[in-house]
């Protein structure tokens, strides 16, 4: 046990308040050091700490007094605004009552920043799915007119599709680029179609393959 | 706020405390005290009262140094005990519970007194006006506490005079303490034992001069 440990048990060691193990340790330490001893006998020393007390006739009127109020308020059902709620009641009449230790300003702040945060979170969040759908609706189109080229570069000089793979519209979800079909490579000359299945359609190709929006 | 007797669901009565004589109470312990709350709680609150009220005041005194700040607070300490409902539960540290609540509007107080003061200093007001009014107690207590030990205690930390307080005056054992600090034990004994070594400190210094 060492010097500083000691004397932070000057006051139990002296109310026979240690238990039995730390207090033989501690009777060891004062024996080989001067400077732990001089202070439990310089705390030793002190004066008898006693309680003043007002004089019992004050003392009388204080308490007839005392339980004369606490009748009134109990009888009248005043509660001193003290009452002990639970969990939010609890914290925000803390708050109020400034016994909770946290400054308000902090708390305040620390209220906005989770506010913050979590506002942050739910756009992101909805980005990203916006962005997933955006990216499986292109490789859909990818897909599908990937499958379209393969069939158009199996078709023979004539004209005609390879057996069982005969081409068929391709419709494309009105999210598709519109100049899909400019973009498309010319190769049998390019043709389009405007309009042919209500105003919202278009049909894009060249030669068989049609893309169809 | 209802509150249930203990034994059915019937909110506990207002306006029927009546006090029983000290003797009877100081005489009774708080294991009894609970037992009857499982009977009669309004008799079990009067008992409290009674036994607790003279400590809480002169707890709350000691640390306000204000007679009719302490009496409000006692008051209020008691009022809340009314209407706390684990107040009589079992295993319920009711003793601790008492001065916990006490400590704690004290500190609210003392600390709101510190900071109207430092306000009117810093207006370049006196701050005069906040100290205490005195009654026949607090000019008792002025006299007692401005010599020896009780006024070597007025350079000791808020903190550590309340701990001294606890210990000394109001007469609480270590385990009382923690729980009325909600500390440890062995927190308890080291803050109790660096202000004893100050004390003498400031008692030597107080010597010298």
Known sequence: MNCWRVQNLVAPFLDGELPDAECEAVGAHIEVCAECLAVIE???????????????ELEAALFDRFDACLKERLAAGIDPGIDAPTGVGAAVAGLARREVRVPMVAAAAWLGVMVMLAGGVALNHTKVQDLEDSVARREAIIQALQERVAV????????????GRAMAPVFLPPSAPSALGAALPPRRGLYSQPGIVGASVRQASYDAPRVVR | MPHSSGEGDEPMARATLKLVPKAEAAGVSDEEIHDIATRDRERAFD???????????YHALYITRDSEEA?????DVFVRGYHEPRLFDP???TKAWLFRVCTNRCYNIVRDRHRRGGILDRLGKASAGLQVQHTAIDAVLDREMSEGVAHAMDALSPEHRTILTLRYFDDLSYQE????????????????SRPKVRLHGVLSEGEGE
């Not at chain 2, 009496?71 to 008051?75: L, P």
């Not at chain 2, 303490?177 to 109790?192: E, F, N, P, W």
Request: proline residues 10%.
């Open chain 1, 42 to 56: 310089s705390v030793e020393a002190l004066p008898p700490l006693t309680a003043p007390r007002a004089p019992q």
């Open chain 1, 152 to 163: 158009a570069d199996a078709r023979s000089d004539d004209g005609t599709d390879p057996p």
């Open chain 2, 47 to 57: 008992l409290l009262v009674r036994k607790y009220r003279d400590r809480i005041y």
């Open chain 2, 71 to 75: 009496f409000d607070v006692a008051q």
């Open chain 2, 91 to 93: 295993g319920f540290r």
């Open chain 2, 177 to 192: 303490i923690a729980d009325v600090l909600q500390v440890k034990l062995g927190t308890v004994m080291s803050r109790l």
